[in-house]
């Protein structure tokens, strides 16, 4: 049982990297995740919003693994072009701009007033 639960942290994690590797938004959304952290340190953010940053980039991460997973899994079913198939495939990516762009708009309210105050005492 405990060496089942070791190798489904290691399959877990396997695909991690795989996404992280091999998918340019995962990057993308890494890189933005590491400017923010940046910003958060920069502009001294409280815990409650830390934990509100964390919760986007979680949820974002997650998305964009779900969306690669989706994809890969209809590209296996169908490897030819197939409306339908193609339908689902923008559902997914749909899901991801969905949550990027609530994450942005959170990401806002938390700095832009941060970012107008150190503006204003420059």
Known sequence: MKNKLISSF???IKGIQ???ANERNMK???SV???VIIAGIFFHIS???WMVCFLCFGTVLSAEAFN???EKLVDQASPDFNPKYGEIKDIAAGAVLI???FAIIIGLIIFFPKGILYIHQQ
Do not use: D, K, R
């Open 68 to 70: 690669t997973a989706i």
């Open 10 to 12: 290691g399959y877990a």
């Open 18 to 20: 795989h996404v992280v």
């Open 47 to 49: 815990n409650l919003e």
């Open 99 to 101: 949550i990027t762009v």
């Open 28 to 30: 993308i959304h890494i």
């Open 33 to 35: 995740l590491l400017l």
